[in-house]
């Protein structure tokens, strides 16, 4: 074992029992490149983050090679950025916290690498967080006075699934997409309709103006499990699309988004909630990217009003990728004594969900 792992573990234990613990976080997993530095899981102290968005628009999504290349050249301005916003200097940190996976290989090993490299320069102990772990952490940063137990519902980019939160490290499965998740169907669906990247505001804002019902051609299917699939729904609404187009007849794009935002909508709330009650949980979280629906928001308040449930969602800033998600998680993760990296620690383009 190397004198730097011997010391970090010996801080790492340390830190168990300190009263204030604060951490310097990275994520790097897609197309933001963000540092943030959060003390006790619950206080964000500074969250800087650069966008990509307005690069990869043109390509229609998120191009690997050039979302590695642009994390390169901005991650170091971030950190000096998040040091200076949070007014504290390297030696106040305790620990780095960094996002290894899921994600793009090469995004992640942009961020993995410079937080490497600063905890061994440094001389603390290096946290490796799971990104979706970091999306349920969100609402503890939202919400101060949240505590576990709780059923999340997580709709990010990349996953659809249903959760029992036992506690900050004690998270099981209980269903999950079978293909695409929520967040690729508004992707895909936006590009059909034309509109730019990111596809799930764009279809959010075009859905508003949507008059009527369309009743695309696809079968509902895992209707009473809480598995999750929208692969046929997609397929449905990209024939559609394609179907008119070809035979030259008009129809309104409003109206495709609309429907198709509603039919997501309903499977997401009304499984939602039904695993609450079937957990006999009055507590319900939402995270990820699409928690920042509007009609998503609205349809999961009412039903969650009218069963006694209540329902968080992170503000606006936070369900989106940032780094103040991994902080918070990685002050949990540590408190339990988990997520202790050395050196070798490496990009994953898939980690387990459950803890």
Known sequence: MSRYQTEAIRKFEALKSKKEVTILAIESSCDETAVSVVRNGREVLSNIVASQIDIH???????????????VMAIAGCYKEALKEAKISENDLDAIAVTYGAGLIGALLVGINFAKTLAYALNLP?????????HISANYISHPNLTPPFVCLMVSGGHTALLKVDDYTKIRLIGSTVDDSVGECFDKVARVLGLSYPGGPNIDRLAKSGKNVIKFNYHEPLKDTFNFSFSGLKTAVVNYVHNNEQAGREFSAEDVAASFQELVVDELSE??????????????????????NSRLREKLKGKCEKENIDVFFPILKYCTDNAAMVGSMAYYYLKSGIGLSDLTLTGKPNVPITI
Do not use: D, M, Q, W
């Not at 290096?126 to 970091?134: C, D, K, P, Q, T």
């Open 57 to 71: 628009k043109k390509f229609g999504g998120v191009v690997p090679e050039v979302a590695s290349r642009n994390h």
């Open 126 to 134: 290096l946290i490796g967080v799971s990104h979706v772990h970091g």
């Open 271 to 292: 499984k939602a909630v039904r695993c609450s009650l079937k957990e006999n949980c009055k507590t319900l979280v939402v995270a990820g990217g699409v928690g920042a």
